[in-house]
């Protein structure tokens, strides 16, 4: 609010030689920008309070300013004069110099009419410096998720309510076969991408967006322009406006194919292992750092009477006598702190119920990929008959 004086000197100077006509007086005195009267060629009839706030001037310092002062030097005001001239008015965006010569952003709103049958020029102006800055860093932001948008390795594609492309990445567009321009603007639902399923996982997200907030991600099969059929994983969000209304849906498509193609192949090379596992008659473990069995086949379950599941997380003094079982994990402690070998041991095993075989036992140390020790991995082979041949020899020479 405005000190009674410099009210009081408002009022004054506007009843002098160039005053406002009054209907203006209450616009220069509440608009909320900076407002000038001033002649074409640029000389200042009136200003308000909010030119010097802005300025930086003092009032009676305009009096012998020329408008043009407060622009930057490179205007081009005969330009400027005419084409408010031609139109009555004009609206524009240019920077204001303050006394103190810093520059700063500002928005001019200009109007001309006739003022003592002379041609007379109100110019209204706002400082912007706070929406430059803001569209700077909206600029900004676009940027980095724009290029976030074309840098990821997924494709990802932006929907309208009806389905159709208003937005799609390179990734994208190489995955599908296709030229972004030919993409944007169809329905994404209605090109022959999607194959039943896949197209059943769309709308499933779609749907689960809506009632959850949250869609799973899916795994699908679609098809490229070529007729390539692609394994792909969906997963998808909403974008939302300020007020938090839907605006658009984003789908975002990962190609799985090479992922898919090493499971197939890992799985192969699993099943192999397996039946390799399962078959040979020797006995074959795994245990980790703590001595447990992690993995087993089943000649060394059926050994102890048990399925490989039921040996699973269980050591050998489950399964062994005492001392037997003391033995093998004095064995398994040296392997695991000196990383050594054991190959081709013989020894007697003696199980729980009494029973007794003898094996040739062969343990290695298993490694992760840094190097580091993280358990053992053991193979028997049962040479009880072959120790009996023995024996039966070992008789028949002493006779």
Known sequence: MLEEPEKKSFEAKSKGSHSVDGRYTTLFEQVNAAAFLTTLDGKILESNLKSCELLGYEWDEFTNLSFREIFPASTDWPQLVDEISAKGGINFETENIRKDGSHFPVDVSTSLFTMDKKPVMLALIWDITDRKKAEKKLKESEEKYRGLFEC??????????????????????????????????NNFLSMGFLTGESLSIVVKQFEELLYDKMAKSHEAEILSKNGKTLDIEFSSFFLFKKDNELDNFVIIVRDISDRKQAEIKLSRQHGMLQTLLDNIPDSIYFKDVENKFIMVNKTKAAHSNVTPEEMVSRTDFDFLSEAQAKKAFEDDEEILSTGKFIINKVEKITHVDGTERWVSVTKVPRFDSEGNIIGTAGISRDITEWKKLEQMYENSQKQ
């Open 152 to 185: 990821t390795t997924d494709g990802i594609i932006v929907l309208d309510a009806r389905g159709e492309m208003l937005g799609v990445n390179s990734q994208a567009s190489e995955l599908f076969g296709l030229e972004k321009d030919s993409m944007i603007g």
